[in-house]
């Protein structure tokens, strides 16, 4: 009987190497070795795990399904092909993380309703160490019977010094397991279990000059933008950085006020709300920014984010300067509900297996024993908690007045707020003013925006 040789992969520039048993895809073979490769549907559909071919064959294991991720001749997706001979791969639009992704207990801070069916969730990481992820990255949420489901952090962990807080924008899926059911049992002060930081979809420093930066958001795909969008802006990488930002309405385009501050501050930055009526890679095509000098970050909706990459790639955009990241629902394909510790392989063989990482978890529980404590002290109300300061901040409330704006001359720094609507579709002509929104901290509960 002859025996088979294993393939082995080479991942470069790193030099990092592992096996390929037969049959598996190129991405279990990685994951199961330990080796921190991106990777986020794990179904084709995403692009996460894409890498350039730079030596080797492959082929897939099912032919692509129709929403496929659209790889190039010299791509390959490692969660859908299996090797036929040694591969040498590499990883053009992600690097490696500082840190490996590990699982954290969290309390829960705050549960603000900041528009309708979306909820800001804050927790803080009960861990001694300083969470590390790049801007652009995710969290998984674990639930009770083991599942799991992807969250972008919005803010950037670091500026929160030692309290590792993280802030999570999610919007209710009706009937969703985790956005409909246990969000609304969440209460401030209980522990939510969080893996991570997952994602390639980060913040790339440019390391040759480009010029400009345009983000594609489409609602809760803010979250997924927002953290690039700040170290963009502080980094002054970029002479222009443009943000459209799909909502439905006015009253979910949440972040209105801070995107408005953040706009006075730095001259070089703009944004546009597109209503639902409008797409937001159009408006961006329309808008005729030099995209060969171009990145761009597209998070949210799968089918914008494929569209815009086709379109913006047609118009001249450098392939390797589009990340994005689709906000796919969670399946059973993706999903093992058996404990996380027998079923992930990261774990088996990874960093959480050494003594450091037992001793770090050991740190953790010892940390975490005080919340525990806390919580068993009769008396916390939800009533308590939903009087934090931030809960019925107006920055987030609806206008009261007025109708919704019209027009394209967002892109104009001069223009009034009022315009900031990019698309005339289901606008009335202007009589809304941002004079008529409250200001931060005034508003009246009937005028703060509650989910649905
Ligand atoms: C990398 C990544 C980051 C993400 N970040 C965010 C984020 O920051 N904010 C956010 O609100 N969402 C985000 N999502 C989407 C979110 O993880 C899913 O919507 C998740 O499935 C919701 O879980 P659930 O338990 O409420 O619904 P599930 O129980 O998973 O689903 C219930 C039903 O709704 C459908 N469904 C679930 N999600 C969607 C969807 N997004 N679109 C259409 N149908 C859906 C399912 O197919 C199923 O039929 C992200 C997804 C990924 C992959
Ligand atoms: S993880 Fe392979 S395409 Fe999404």
Redesign the pocket.
């Known amino acids: 009987m002859t025996k088979t040789t294993p393939h082995f992969c080479t991942i470069a520039p790193d030099g990092l190497r592992f096996p390929l048993p037969g049959g598996g895809s190129i991405l279990d073979a990685a994951l199961a070795e330990g080796i921190a490769v991106p990777f ?2 794990k179904r084709g559909e ?1 692009g996460s795990c894409r890498a350039q071919v730079l030596g080797g064959t492959s082929e897939r294991i099912a032919p692509p399904s129709e929403a496929a991720y659209q790889v190039a001749d010299d791509e390959l997706l490692m969660c859908q092909c299996r090797a036929t001979s040694d591969l040498s791969l590499r990883f053009a639009h992600w690097r490696m993380p500082a840190r490996p992704a590990a699982r954290y207990s969290a309390k829960i801070m705050a549960l603000d309703a900041v528009a309708p069916g ?1 909820t800001k969730l804050v927790v803080e990481l009960q861990s001694a160490q300083p969470f590390q992820c790049a801007p652009g990255q ?1 969290a998984q949420l674990l639930m009770d019977n083991g599942e799991r ?4 952090i ?1 803010n950037l962990p670091a500026e929160t010094g030692g309290a590792n807080r993280l802030e ?6 009706p ?6 059911h ?1 969000l609304a049992e969440l209460r401030p002060g209980e522990l939510l279990e969080i893996d991570g930081p ?2 390639a979809c980060t913040w790339q420093a440019p390391s040759e000059p480009v010029a400009h930066l345009v983000l594609l958001a489409t ?3 803010f ?2 933008i927002s953290a690039i969008l700040k170290t963009a802006l502080t980094s002054g990488a970029f002479q222009t950085v443009t943000l459209y930002w799909g909502c439905a309405t006015a009253a979910d385009c949440y972040a209105s006020d801070w995107l408005d501050e953040m706009e006075d501050a730095y001259a070089g930055f703009r944004w546009a709300a597109v209503p639902s009526t409008q797409r937001v890679q159009n408006e961006a095509l329309a808008a005729a920014h030099d995209w060969a000098q171009t990145t761009v970050y597209a998070c949210g909706n799968p089918a914008m984010v494929r569209e815009a990459r086709e379109l913006l790639k047609a118009a001249g955009l450098p392939k390797d300067n589009f990340f994005s ?7 059973q394909a993706h999903q093992d509900k058996a404990p996380y510790i027998v079923r992930h392989p990261w774990e088996k063989v990874g960093a959480a297996f050494s003594l450091e990482g037992i001793l770090d978890a050991r740190r953790r529980s010892m940390d975490a024993l005080p919340q525990i404590a806390a919580l068993m002290v009769p008396g916390m109300t939800t009533g308590e908690a939903s009087r934090s300061p931030t809960s019925i901040c107006a920055a987030w409330a609806r206008p009261t007045t007025g109708t919704r704006p019209t027009c394209a001359s967002a892109r104009t720094r001069s223009a009034p707020r009022a315009n900031r609507w990019t698309a005339s579709g289901n606008c009335a002509p202007t009589t809304c003013s941002p004079s008529t929104w409250a200001p931060c901290g005034t508003a009246t509960k009937g005028t703060t925006a509650t989910p649905s």
């Open positions: 986020s549907c995403c979306v995710h489901r992807s969250f972008s919005a999570f924008h999610i919007r209710r899926i009937g969703g397991a985790f956005t409909d246990k997952y994602g609602g809760t795909g979250a997924g990241e689709a906000f796919l629902p969670a399946t």
